[in-house]
């Protein structure tokens, strides 16, 4: 009877490129909008491009933080040996798997 792997822990740096869009078409809108009726209210049109960029600029650090920082190899507190050697030892009270290896 074989057991199924763990499920492997996704690693910061990468993810859902929708995510990332999502967040940066929410700030274009959301502070657009600010711009636009705060622009509006104190009659001031260039309050809608700044409420834009601002709005861009929000998303873009967003998405960094969010997505775009690499993991700190000398912080990894991963448990999974990937790629390893060397076979894993059973718990206390496991029965051990042979698959072949003599001793």
């Known amino acids: 009877m074989s057991e199924k792997p763990p499920p492997a ?4 740096g990468g993810g859902d490129p929708w995510s990332a869009f999502g967040y940066l078409v929410a700030g274009v809108g959301v502070y657009g909008l600010l711009g636009w009726g705060l622009g509006t209210w104190l009659h001031a049109s260039y309050l809608t491009p700044i409420g834009i960029l601002v709005g861009a600029g929000l998303g873009l650090i967003l998405v960094y933080y969010q997505f775009g920082r690499m993991p700190d190899p000398d912080r990894d507190t991963s ?9 894993e030892e059973p718990p206390p ?7 072949g290896e003599t001793e």
Request: glycine share 10%; no cysteine; charged share 30%.
């Open 9 to 12: 822990k996704r690693a910061k």
């Open 93 to 99: 009270g496991q029965p051990t798997e042979h698959r």
């Open 79 to 87: 448990t999974t040996h990937e790629g390893s050697s060397t076979p």
